[in-house]
């Protein structure tokens, strides 16, 4: 039976028993190709391997591979359920007088570089393989069309881990407003990243299935303010309308109490620490069992996400030979590396890039 109010797909098994036919609109719809993230994960659950490991989605795991509920958000949510608040649409989609609140800042990029330039500008990744570095920001900053608007991740860049050091913010910085260029930032993981919430810019609080977030315009005054956000709302009446509100409530509930956002401030960098161990002693492992490659990009690079420099074909042995699942370019979650499989991680990595 189909529930209303969700996207739901209907079969008709009480026709088959009675021996009728049944005609559906949709018996020509051909089946969609599996996402490259999600795809990972269903073959990762059909795995019987005791030692399968899931380096595909990039969502916070501790130590034991479960999802991590952060002890401040525990806290917090019991406060709202107290205050008796109502589920009605929020009041006022705004946060500030020129942000509004978002359900998705990756939708609002694309959406914004439609609104602002007519055009989405061409890219191409910052990453090259074989070195696992930053390479061609300042190459494609300096050609592409004045006026166009840049994608940015302020920090643990995903999907790949490598972040411009400070003096590459500032080369980039001094092209960006040389070229008139328009700077979107997509800001997901303040703190998670070095354990430093002022250093890394921006709030996480784990709540993937609370999607939280924020679209914001620095104007130049009050009037421009309100015409920037008089087109915001067309756009947002269409996409969501109103955006959820209880990720919103647990957010400014943490951030309005100091003792609530201290202890925030230390689930943070907990999290933090752990991928940073595991890094460092992945690399270490990889160093001890002799591997002629430098792993030193593993350690380098920052955030959940780390591009390994694997291909393809090392990526299909990985997942075929040792049941360790990732996408196909070398890019894994170190979410998914733990104190309990990292040997085992090491071990098959090194085994299929001798």
């Given at each position: ?36 993230i ?69 939708r ?16 191409r990744?910052?990453?090259?393989p ?86 914001s ?12 956000m ?19 409530r ?6 309005s ?77 170190m ?20």
């Amino acid at each position: 039976m189909c529930q209303t109010g969700q996207v739901s797909v209907c079969d008709q098994p009480e026709l088959v028993e009675r021996g009728e036919s049944f005609r559906s609109w949709w018996g020509a719809v051909q089946m969609g190709p599996p996402d490259v993230i999600l795809g990972v994960s269903e073959a990762y659950k059909k795995d019987s391997n005791p030692k399968k490991i899931n380096l595909g989605v990039g969502a916070y795991r501790d130590d034991n591979g479960k999802p991590f509920v952060l002890p401040s958000v525990k806290k917090a949510s019991p406060r709202l359920v107290e205050k008796n608040l109502d589920h009605e649409y929020s009041p006022d989609r705004r946060k500030r007088p020129n942000s509004a609140k978002t359900a998705s800042s990756l939708r609002w990029a694309r959406t914004a570089s439609t609104w602002q330039v007519g055009r989405t500008p061409p890219s191409r990744p910052s990453v090259e393989p074989a070195r696992c570095a930053s390479e061609g920001a300042l190459e494609d900053l300096s050609k592409i069309p004045e006026r166009s608007i840049v994608l940015l991740h302020a920090c643990a860049h995903n999907p790949t881990g490598v972040d411009p050091k400070p003096e590459q913010w500032a080369e980039m910085s001094a092209v960006i407003k040389k070229r008139s260029l328009y700077p979107f930032f997509d800001m997901a993981y303040q703190g998670f990243a070095s354990g430093d919430v002022n250093k890394d810019a921006l709030a996480n609080m784990g709540l993937y299935g609370e999607r939280a977030g924020a679209f914001s315009l620095i104007c130049a005054d009050k009037d421009e303010a309100d015409r920037t956000m008089s087109q915001i709302k067309i756009l947002i009446r269409p996409m969501y309308s109103n955006p959820p509100i209880h990720g919103a409530r647990l957010v400014a509930e943490i951030l309005s109490d100091a003792s609530l956002r201290k202890e925030w401030l230390a689930d943070v960098k907990l999290m933090a620490d752990r991928i940073i161990s595991v890094r460092s002693t992945l690399q270490n492992n990889l160093k001890k069992l002799g591997s002629a490659r430098n792993w030193s990009h593993i350690t380098d690079q920052i955030g959940m996400f780390c591009f390994t420099g694997m291909n393809q074909q090392q990526c299909e042995r990985l997942t075929k030979e040792f049941s360790v699942y990732l996408t196909k370019d070398g890019r894994i979650s170190m979410a998914g590396v733990t104190s309990k499989n990292v040997d085992y991680l090491a071990q098959a990595i090194h085994e299929v890039t001798k």
